[in-house]
């Protein structure tokens, strides 16, 4: 069934149950906020962020109803698995979730191919305005992302870098015309690039060829694209939104989200300073062995024989 309508019911009801679609299960996984009623099974949700209550005006309409759905799933009974400690908090504090019932498990990052790395020439992208290097943002386009901060950052360091190109890999999601607005007044614009989505061989690439990653993110539960620079051995400039301090421990460079002088001054120091970017490079490795898909999935079995367990009736 289409989701919208499920999401709908499920809102109101608790039908149609997971058994009607697939039968007997002992524990019904929902991955993204939505958690499907069930006569006996036990569940999980996963509640990546919470953005539709911190940020509703960066928010579609389909996204506002997950609130609503975690809620209900947790009055429920329903056990939650979050990406981060930061969010773990969130939940309980806004939902009333038991403790005993929310558990942490971290994401697991993949290594990306290993690319060239060596220069420019071997990434598959163009840099405009005859760019030697560029500063790498990725991610869709969409509010929560300021990226018309980084625009504005970047035209601030791009001011006394005439060889700096800013590269932006996310198509557009809602909310993108400020982004494009912010574009078109910098005074560097022809020397920013949204390429839009790439696949993860052409990723592993163009975070190899990078010179600094900019992960601008008013609000985050996690934050894949730190983790995945850091893997390519790419120093990484972030702000200290939500999860980000927790999940790139001493990895990156932290500044205020929005402040867009102080994100300047970070891009320009690690853009400069040799040395700066060695220790970010060493500590990032580092920082991102943590995060392995073996641990991320023995976690998540824990959590669902411990679900399945506590259900009535035991497993």
């Excluded at 730190?226 to 999940?247: H, K, Y």
Aim: charged fraction near 20%.
């Amino acid at each position: 069934m289409p989701a919208r309508p499920l999401h709908a019911a499920w809102a109101h009801g608790r039908a149609p149950a997971i058994e009607h679609f697939v039968g007997h299960v002992d524990v019904v996984h929902g991955t993204n906020f939505v958690v499907p009623p069930a006569h006996r099974a036990a569940r999980v949700v996963t509640v990546h962020d919470l953005t539709a209550l911190r940020f509703p005006e960066m928010c579609d309409p389909a996204t506002l109803v997950f609130p609503r759905l975690v809620r209900r799933a947790v009055q429920q009974g329903a056990w939650v698995h979050t990406p981060s400690r930061f969010v773990a908090d969130e939940v309980m504090n806004e939902f009333g979730a038991e403790p005993g019932r929310v558990r942490v498990v971290y994401h697991g990052v993949s290594l990306p191919r290993p690319g060239n790395g060596a220069s420019v020439s071997s990434v598959p992208l163009e840099l405009p305005g005859g760019a030697g290097r560029y500063v790498l943002a990725v991610g869709t386009v969409e509010p929560r992302k300021d990226y018309p901060g980084l625009v504005r950052a970047f035209s601030l360091v791009a001011a006394k870098d005439p060889e700096l190109a800013l590269v932006i890999v996310g198509a557009d999601g809602w909310g993108s015309d400020a982004f494009h607005d912010a574009v078109g007044s910098s005074a560097a614009r022809d020397r920013i690039t949204q390429v839009g989505y790439v696949a993860d061989d052409a990723l592993g690439h163009v975070l190899s060829g990078a010179a600094v990653l900019a992960f601008p993110s008013l609000y985050e539960g996690f934050g894949f694209p730190p983790l995945e620079a850091m893997a390519a051995g790419i120093p990484v400039v972030a702000t200290e939104a939500g999860a980000v301090p927790e999940i790139v421990g001493d990895g990156a460079v932290l500044v205020a989200p929005g402040d867009v002088d102080a994100l300047a001054d970070a891009l320009e120091r690690v853009l400069g300073d040799t040395e700066e970017r060695g220790t970010l490079v060493t500590r990032g490795r580092c920082r991102v062995a943590r995060f392995t898909w073996e641990a991320c999935g023995a976690g998540l079995a824990s959590l669902y024989r411990d679900a399945a367990q506590a259900r009535p009736g035991g497993p």
